[in-house]
């Protein structure tokens, strides 16, 4: 939820200046909505994994699904093209993606900790494009790590299954079982 969220909290900083009376902008009603879920999240943190998807189902389910009608009806009240418009249509856009976390106990409600597990691999990836030099042979085997890692490899047991069998990986399909995804 947390890029749906920042594109809301986008369209509210965008919003014209609100002074006293003035009526809460439509995105800072959706973070409002949003908020919710975060405040469900933070209550039931440290359930098990099956308690956590029974507290969302009762808890969660309801919020969302007014989330959902909100969005909706909405988007069709707004000016096409705006923030606020753009946030609503991404939420509804990625809403069966947003709402997973629901059907099970051990995600997340916030992708962060992936975001952040990859960024190393996002910032250098630029650096990475050639290794005919000693500094992008060095950048590759760091995207290899780092991959192996995110994939809940070992990495020296990792490199060296690949060192081992690199030579003899002669076909595409070989060569993609050798990928730290494809790994058992």
Known sequence: WDHARRKFIEASKAAPAKTKGDKV?????????????????????????????????????????????????NSRRVPKDSLTWIAINYTLNQWELLIGYCEDGRLNISNA??????????????????SDTPRGASATCYSLIETAKANGLEPYAYLHHVLQHIAAADTLEKIEALLPWNMK
């Open 25 to 73: 902008s439509k995105a800072d009603v959706a973070i409002g909505k949003i908020r919710k879920l975060y405040v469900i999240e933070a209550r039931t943190k440290d359930l098990e994994p099956e308690q956590k998807k029974a507290q969302r189902q009762t808890l969660s389910r309801p919020v969302l699904d007014d989330l959902k009608i909100w969005l909706e009806t």
């Open 113 to 130: 900790l992936a975001e952040n597990a990859i960024r190393p691999f996002a910032v250098g990836r630029r650096n990475w494009l050639f």
